[in-house]
């Protein structure tokens, strides 16, 4: 186990609650945009660059301290020597007899 696997992830969580409650501010601050503000408009792009603009830093966090995750999870996998191969398993199908000749 690495030492900065937990700091990465604690940033990473902190960084996804804070992704989460900007979600839900979102979705408030759509919900009482006039009816007439779409996409498109300027009310509607001026509150969505708004929210783009505070979530930069948390999607940096995640470009930034992602690979964490792909790294534990390589190292979590069973390592296999080096000196004998993989075993190979073979499955004949249901209902079916193998013959073998030497």
């Given amino acids: ?3 900065r696997w937990t ?13 989460d409650a900007l979600d839900e501010e ?3 601050t759509r919900d009482r945009l ?4 779409k996409p ?3 009310l509607f792009d001026d509150a969505l ?18 690979h964490v995750i ?13 000196s004998s191969p993989a075993p190979a398993t073979v499955l004949a199908a249901p209902g079916r007899t193998t013959t073998v000749r030497r």
């Fill in 1 to 3: 186990m690495q030492q």
């Fill in 34 to 37: 006039p009816a007439d503000a």
């Fill in 40 to 42: 498109g408009t300027p």
């Fill in 70 to 82: 792909r790294e534990i999870h390589t190292a979590a996998q069973p390592t296999r020597s080096t």
């Fill in 7 to 19: 700091w990465q992830l604690g940033t990473l969580r902190g960084a996804l609650e804070q992704l």
């Fill in 49 to 66: 660059a708004e929210h783009h603009g505070e979530a930069w830093s948390y999607l940096d966090d995640w470009a930034t301290h992602g």
């Fill in 26 to 28: 979102w979705l408030a």
